[in-house]
């Protein structure tokens, strides 16, 4: 296996190298440019950059910023993989490509490549018992990765490659703006119909999963045991979403783009994993999203209505 393939294990949640009761508070950087013998053969920067390329396409910023992370343990200057950097800072959702990230330069808490790679390569990334079911960190860990696999009596939640964005820029803490309540992850049903051409597998109206969902966009599921829409790929074309909400009467929809499709295995069945960013959005749907948002962090009032007009809708 090579460097990037280890890497690229790892990143995937593949965190069986570490041990949970050794790992906590101790930046990674140095032990996972280990695993993947950066410290004897450091990849090129053409290399990194093929796999910043890759990562960005689906919008995996923090990922990306991960590896450069980890470079940093053996590249102290960051010299070599500057350029790397700042395809990542410029780069922002839009048509055609999605994000479940923060923006680098939000994130980072500047567009200047030198104080970039000086924040990252301060900050600190550990592999960390997961404290509970939901994985949640708090305001300063970012969940890069997550093994889930159970590590009796240590970890029973699994362990987590998590970025802790400590360092201040300008005398501020980072994140700026608020990435942080940007993004949720909920379960959430939803309803697509893909527009254009002959429906998906046959079915005007598709019944789906929301996995997490932001300002932008969502990421969805679809159980396909039948293969009908892995037979006629949404990937590119424009779908519209049906959601219903605590806070309207009715469904509320949106059209949205289909920015990445991945196919996957759920409870031993075939899955559809899709990546969509938001088009056309009305105020109405904006709103009800921004609330949702919100309210997803805490309100236990509004998780319980929202739980009960999805079993209300089966």
């Known amino acids: 296996m090579t460097s990037m393939e280890t890497i690229r294990r790892i ?83 839009g048509p055609g490509r999605g994000s479940q990230n923060p923006l680098a330069r939000e994130f980072l808490g500047t567009t200047r490549l030198h104080t970039a790679w000086f924040v990252l390569s301060r900050d600190r990334l550990e592999v960390a018992v997961v404290p509970n079911e939901n994985g949640d960190f708090g305001a300063d860990g970012w969940t890069v990765c997550r093994d889930a696999s159970p590590r009796p009596y240590s970890a029973p939640h699994g362990l987590a490659l998590v970025w802790w964005s400590m360092t201040k820029v300008a005398g501020k803490v980072r994140p700026a703006g608020q990435r942080r309540v940007s993004r949720r992850k909920i379960s959430l049903a939803v309803h697509i119909s893909v527009l254009g051409g002959p429906p998906a597998g046959g079915q005007r109206k598709i019944e789906a999963e929301m996995d997490d969902l ?18 006629q790929p949404p990937l590119g074309r424009r779908l519209r979403m049906e959601v219903n909400l605590p806070s309207s009467r009715d469904p509320l929809a949106t059209l949205a783009d289909v920015v990445w499709m991945k196919e996957d295995m759920a409870d031993d069945e075939p899955v ?24 997803a962090e805490g309100d236990q009032q509004y998780l319980w209505n929202l739980w009960e007009l999805q079993t209300s809708h089966r």
């Open 214 to 231: 932001s300002i932008t966009g969502a990421g969805l599921h679809v159980r396909d045991p039948y293969g009908r829409l892995r037979g």
């Open 11 to 93: 990143l995937e949640g593949h965190l069986e190298a570490f041990d949970a009761r050794a790992s906590t508070q101790v930046d990674a950087s140095d032990a996972l440019g280990r695993i993947a013998r950066f410290d004897e053969s450091p990849p090129t920067a053409a290399t990194v950059e093929e796999f910043v390329t890759e990562l960005l396409e689906t919008g995996q910023v923090l990922k990306s910023l991960t590896l450069l992370k980890i470079l940093s343990a053996i590249d102290p200057s960051g010299e070599a993989y500057l350029p790397a950097l700042g395809r990542i800072l410029e780069w922002s959702p």
């Open 272 to 295: 559809v994993r899709l990546g969509i960013h938001f088009v056309e959005s009305p105020p109405e749907f904006t709103d009800a999203v921004r609330e949702l948002l919100v309210n």
